[in-house]
């Protein structure tokens, strides 16, 4: 086991000390914060602060003829805004755009960290961060189903299929159900985090694996532990691609969701 010294000090191979920051943020006192501030917790506040830094720099003062940072900041917000919102939900999905567009923002910083040297691993490879996410979804598309059809309303809405034999209902009421309104944010979470604990394992292997191979003594191991680095740096741009896939899925998602809520058809 080696032990890195300075100001990131870690073991190899790295262990459940690695997810944490705790050591880095002494108290006034002279002693350390608790373990409940991880290093997934700084990169969650890294993130918040990156998206509003982000949107009060590039939207400070907006002009008639946007500039190149007010002109990135509208790209990113219309295309949340016309391809997500309008496109899924009809003209009412403007309302939604500011929350889609902070989710997509925040999913994909979050994301990013994985591909990021000194971080590379994501917060919402931990269940925790995507169950959140998920769950403020579900509050807010069940919140306005009741609102559009009130409490009863909203879960026949939710359950009963129009124009299905009544001796199915049944066994048809409690599967919808189930899908509609309990599944929905367990598979919106673990979508996201299986994809981004699966990227973070891959990289994480090559990665430590080219180590290992290297360290392991055979000269002939060498062009090994060379490959598995260059397949890295390969599955690295692949993984560019997937965390900027899954803050779309979740986005998309989130306002397909908003739109059974308020359709006025099941």
Do not use: C
């Amino acid at each position: 086991m080696i032990t890195q010294p300075g100001f990131l000090a870690s073991e190899f191979p790295p262990g459940v000390e690695s997810f944490d920051y705790k050591s880095l943020i002494p108290s006034l006192d002279g002693t350390t914060w608790g373990p409940a501030f991880t290093k997934l917790t700084l990169l969650v506040w890294l993130a918040v602060a990156i998206v509003i830094i982000f949107f009060l720099v590039t939207y400070r003062n907006p002009t008639l003829v946007p500039t190149k940072k007010q002109w990135l900041a509208e790209s990113v917000y219309g295309v949340v805004r016309n391809n997500i919102a309008t496109d899924i939900i009809g003209p009412q999905g403007v309302r939604f755009a500011p929350y889609l567009a902070t989710v997509f923002l925040f999913v994909f910083v979050t994301n990013l960290w994985s591909i990021v040297p000194l971080a590379q691993i994501s917060p919402n490879s931990h269940l925790a961060f995507p169950v959140v996410l998920a769950v403020l979804t579900w509050f807010i598309y069940i919140g306005i189903g009741v609102k559009k059809h009130g409490l009863l309303g909203y879960l026949k809405h939710s359950t009963v299929q129009p124009g299905v034999p009544w001796w199915v209902h049944p066994i048809l009421i409690p599967i919808e159900f189930l899908s509609n309104l309990i599944l929905r944010p367990i598979t919106l979470a673990v979508r996201l985090f299986a994809n981004m604990f699966a990227g973070h394992m891959i990289l994480l292997v090559f990665t430590l694996g080219g180590v290992a191979l290297w360290n392991a003594g055979p000269l002939l191991l060498k062009p090994a532990a060379l490959g598995s680095w260059a397949f890295a740096i390969v599955m690295t741009l692949f993984e560019l691609f997937i965390l900027s896939l899954q803050a779309y899925v979740f986005t998309l998602l989130s306002a397909t969701y908003f739109q059974s809520s308020i359709a006025d058809e099941h």
